[in-house]
């Protein structure tokens, strides 16, 4: 269904694409669609409108990428018999900061388990950490399991 969606979207822009003759006027037919002007910041700096929207794409994109409000790590949980968990971490791709705080991220989770479901504590059974590589960039990976102890 999505396939076809795109199908009959793409036929439709290469259609609006050939027939542009017959909408002359509408648009600029050679030139830049931005307005050659300026905005005035400072009496002794000016910046063109062309790269203010260019600047302000790229801030946008890098934004986009390196999203700084979500968090670092994803976490998965398996919950094995006799109040054993197992913890998977995972980290952005592309982060700004908190690259060395896996294990501080492992035992608050394990922290958080321990006090929500009533016990008193927990104990480490394993803890390891690494890299997981791609071919759209590497990020660190941690997995640990855990004994809740009541």
């Known amino acids: 269904m999505r396939r076809l969606a795109a199908l009959i979207a793409s036929v439709v822009l ?12 509408l648009y600029p037919a050679g030139g830049s669609v931005v307005s050659n002007s300026s905005i005035r910041l400072t009496p002794s700096l000016t910046v063109s409108l062309e ?5 302000g794409g790229v801030g946008a994109l890098a934004y986009y990428v390196v ?10 949980e398996a919950r094995l018999p006799d109040d054993k968990v197992v913890l998977s971490l995972k980290m952005k791709r592309y982060y700004v900061g908190g ?18 479901g009533g016990y008193k504590d927990f104990v480490i059974l ?16 941690a997995e640990g399991a855990i004994a809740l102890r009541k």
């Open 126 to 141: 394993g803890y390891s950490e690494g890299m997981d590589s791609n071919a759209i960039g590497s990020r660190r990976i």
């Open 51 to 55: 790269h203010l929207l260019y600047w």
């Open 14 to 25: 290469i259609g609006g694409c050939a027939s542009s003759s017959s909408t002359a006027g």
């Open 99 to 116: 690259a060395g705080e896996a294990r501080e991220v492992f035992q608050r989770r394990a922290r958080e388990l321990a006090l929500a």
């Open 67 to 76: 999203d700084p409000l979500s968090p670092n790590w994803d976490i998965e």
